[in-house]
């Protein structure tokens, strides 16, 4: 069972490019995270989603940020005119449909790490 | 408004040490408490996770503390190992949200 897979890796822009990042969850899971990792800084929760459907988007900057999760293929995590503090590893999560009391796991792919220039 | 703080920053032990993390939130309505493993260049695991009925859990060397009238919760590595040096995370979260990470801990065991 393949676990969550993130691509690009590394993506290197330059300020004003537009980044896409993607995220294809764990076969079975309908629930996507993702989250932003800073040095000294942790993991920021940006947004929670499910198939079509925006759950949670409280930790999104309200300009330039965006993500989608359609109803085929991977989410996307779009950032329009990259400035250098975006530059930052973004780690996508994926989590089963019932969020009951008896599960909790979050299962993360290895992230995809933005330099911008 | 930090939901989850957590210290210290980083931490050095001795191989065979007990390494202690500790957490303190605010949000009463939390009902999970996990702990996640990141090493360098990966993305984290779950280490071990704790409800707030229990007041401790234990798996191997790795044991969670809970106190709930405290608002804190720890993570203790008994007999730390070179490999268990790497990036540590408390997190919680409230029934239908996502986790809330702390900054982490930066642990390193010297042999």
């Known amino acids: 069972n393949a676990g969550v897979m993130q691509n690009p890796r590394h993506l290197v822009r330059r300020r004003g490019q537009e980044a896409r990042l993607r995220c294809s969850p764990m076969k079975g899971h309908s629930h996507v995270y993702w989250y932003r990792q800073l040095p000294e800084e942790g993991l920021k929760f940006m947004v929670y989603l499910q198939k079509e459907n925006i759950i949670d988007e409280s930790g999104m900057p309200k300009e330039r940020f965006s993500a989608e999760f359609p109803k085929e293929g991977p989410s996307i995590l779009r950032i329009q005119q990259v400035v250098r503090g975006d530059s930052a590893a973004y780690f996508c999560?994926?989590?089963?449909?019932?969020?009951?009391?008896?599960?909790?796991?979050?299962?993360f792919g290895e992230g995809s790490r933005l330099t911008v220039l | 408004q930090q939901q989850v703080k957590q210290s210290p920053q980083s931490l050095i032990v001795q191989k065979g040490g007990i390494s202690i993390i500790n957490c303190a939130y605010e949000?009463?309505?939390?009902?999970?408490f996990p702990w996640y493993q990141q090493f360098p260049g990966k993305g984290p695991a779950l280490l071990i996770a704790?409800?707030?009925?229990?007041s401790e859990k234990k798996e191997g060397r790795f044991t969670i503390s809970f106190n709930k009238s405290a608002k804190q919760f720890s993570l203790h590595i008994m007999d730390s190992q070179p490999g268990d040096s790497a990036t540590y995370f408390c997190a919680a979260r409230q029934a239908g949200t996502a986790l809330i990470f702390g900054k982490g801990t930066t642990l390193s065991v010297s042999s």
């Open positions: 999560a994926s989590s089963p449909p019932r969020w009951g009391r008896m599960t909790g796991e979050l299962f």
């Open positions: 949000n009463t309505a939390f009902d999970y």
């Open positions: 704790i409800r707030p009925d229990v």
